[in-house]
């Protein structure tokens, strides 16, 4: 199946951004490094149940000082009920000290930079960056990278491979627009065993609804034992 146009790709990121118009981000945060540690503790875990878990350790940490203030012990409490608590305790104990440290308590505004910190990957990046300060960067998890290859907007076999095609073949306008609707759209609709391709509104532009449709609908061509 061919890779969609440039054109047709603006008019698929519109229809999607139409439907989750206005939201953000599902993680619970008030200040940007409550959202920095909410994205860190994301990692392989959902935002429900990181927004479960996240109320007393925002409660105490609202701001890169405060993990001065607190110890890795007991930051470490704190997130026990997520997974990887360990190390995602240590990622944001670390990452606080050293924004208050070095870079006077800012999530610096760089993709290289940003990735200096503690956990802090290319997709927890480019999350971060494109909430905060609006960079046209597309985290990409493995729900946008199953969206883009369903529809065809690229033909990937990994997410890090999404990544790069997407940052080749996307304008930055697209990029801007893509990243929240897209997480939300592979979260609700075009779901990973079941997608919604009945109600969806990216059927006619959809590659993999286009070969499924055709399984469903055509007579096969050695019957049926
Ligand atoms: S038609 Fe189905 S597979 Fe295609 S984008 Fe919609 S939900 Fe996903």
Request: glycine share 4%; charged share 25%; hydrophobic share 35%.
């Amino acid at each position: 199946m061919r890779l969609k146009t440039s054109k047709e790709n603006t008019e698929i990121i519109r229809a999607v951004q139409h439907i989750y118009d206005g939201v953000i981000i599902e993680l619970d945060y008030e200040t940007p490094f409550q959202l920095l540690c909410a994205v860190i503790l994301s990692a392989q875990a959902t935002d429900k149940w990181v927004n479960r878990t996240t109320p007393p350790l925002f409660e105490r940490v609202k701001y890169p000082e405060d993990m001065k203030r607190i110890s890795l012990d007991e930051v470490t409490e704190l997130v026990k009920r997520i997974n990887y608590f360990r190390n995602k305790a240590k990622f944001i104990h670390q990452t606080g000290i050293i924004l208050a440290e070095k870079f006077w308590g800012i999530i610096p505004n760089d993709l290289k930079l940003i990735q200096t910190l503690p956990g802090v990957g290319i997709k927890t990046a480019k999350v971060v960056l494109s909430v905060l300060y609006d960079q046209p960067f597309v985290g990409v998890d493995t729900h946008i990278h199953r969206v883009c290859n369903r529809i065809g907007i690229v033909k990937t076999p990994t997410p890090e491979k999404t990544d790069k095609a997407i940052e080749k073949r996307l304008t930055l306008e697209q990029r801007k627009n893509m990243h929240h609707p897209f997480v939300l759209f592979g979260r609700y609709q075009c779901l990973a065993r079941n997608p919604k391709c009945r109600s969806c509104v990216l059927k006619e532009w959809c590659n993999f609804y286009a070969n499924t449709s055709m399984w469903v609908t055509s007579t096969p061509k050695t019957p049926l034992q």
